[in-house]
């Protein structure tokens, strides 16, 4: 046993004796049910500290989240943004993102490529071929039936190829979220977003764009970092709502694949998957005037015991039966 392990070990037996001490004069502050079991192997904490202690420390982190807690995530660099002499897609965190960009590596771009090499290289040989010093007398040839069949018989299946995957993808992306999935109505404001919690109480949180001195500052990046991030769960579908508030914005996230527009008097709907927990950063993606550029979006996608945490925390925020049972129903198979 490291010097480390031993000062962690004293340090959760005296949580132990602490949470023992507690039982015995009748505090209310621990919570009694899984609290009282751990007591008994207190005695025995000096042996077997660590194992002893778990239940215990499980206890004493399960008891704030009655009042909820949050601390925003610290963001990974290079994940959910943008990165120096980055020039294609980012980063992909959602099913959808995984797929697309599937598509685009291993589908359009070898096609696009392999089209252009092609037409390129039948033009050099036309050019030096088929000019008018090379045939000083024209052919008079106009039909050719095996040529005209091939040319269009080929880009027929060329666009059969790309069909599949592209209709699939768009299908996918139609998929309503299931019954008692966590609902975000998005309201986009000049020049600001809300986020708005139907299921959770209602509450509406408002994020306005950090200044570059602020964001530096808590060591995200600028122009993207933002007062109040919108939370949600990861690992589930969310149902994101979109609209505006007074012109049209767009609400976007790279490396979730998501952008969806923001209307005024109409709501649009999308189902949004993140995979793991992490920050991701967007931005308004519809020229919406002139502080267009200053309306960045931050998503913090945390596990679901920490999420309902961060939803105790909001003002008449409360976490009901539909948010249960999405949680015990199963996550959408990542594609
Ligand atoms: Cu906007």
Excluded at 106 to 127: A, D, F, K
Excluded at 152 to 164: F, G, R, S, Y
Excluded at 210 to 231: I, T, W, Y
Excluded at 264 to 282: C, D, M
């Amino acid at each position: 046993m490291s010097l480390a392990d031993t000062a962690r070990a004293l340090g959760k037996a005296v949580r132990v004796l602490g949470a023992a001490v507690a039982l015995t004069f009748g505090t209310q502050a621990m919570a009694a049910a899984p609290a009282a079991p751990a007591a008994a192997p207190a005695v025995a904490a000096s042996e077997s500290p660590v194992a002893a202690a778990a239940p215990v420390a499980a206890a004493a982190d399960a008891a704030p989240a009655d009042k909820g807690y949050y601390t925003p995530m610290k963001p990974t660099p290079g994940k959910g943004m943008p990165v120096d002499k980055g020039w294609t897609f980012q980063d992909q965190y959602s099913p959808v993102g995984d797929q697309a960009l599937w598509m685009h590596d291993y589908i359009l771009m070898p096609m696009v490529v392999g089209i252009s090499v092609l037409i390129l290289i039948l033009l050099v040989v036309v050019m030096g071929r088929f000019n008018k010093r090379a045939n000083p007398v024209a052919s008079k040839t106009s039909h050719n039936t095996l040529i005209e069949v091939v040319w269009t018989l080929i880009p027929v299946l060329i666009l059969v190829v790309i069909a599949v995957p592209s209709i699939r993808l768009l299908a996918q992306q139609y998929e309503p979220a299931p019954k008692g999935a966590v609902t975000v109505k998005v309201t986009g404001y000049q020049w600001y977003w809300g986020y708005t919690y139907p299921d959770n109480g209602g509450f509406e949180v408002v994020s306005n764009m950090l200044s570059e001195e602020d964001a530096l500052k808590a060591g995200e990046p600028s122009h993207l970092a933002v007062d109040n991030r919108m939370v949600v769960p990861a690992g589930e579908p969310i149902r994101i709502q979109t609209i505006g508030a007074d012109v049209i914005h767009s609400f976007a996230v790279p490396s979730l694949w998501f952008k969806l527009d923001a209307v005024p008097g109409r709501i649009n709907e999308k189902v949004l998957f993140i995979k793991e927990p992490g920050v991701y950063y967007g931005q308004c993606s519809e020229l919406c005037g002139v502080r267009h550029g200053y309306m960045p979006i931050a998503v913090e996608a945390l596990p679901r015991d920490k999420f309902e945490a961060w939803v105790k925390t909001q003002p008449g925020g409360t976490v009901g039966e539909a948010a249960e049972a999405v949680a015990a129903a199963p996550a959408q198979p990542a594609a």
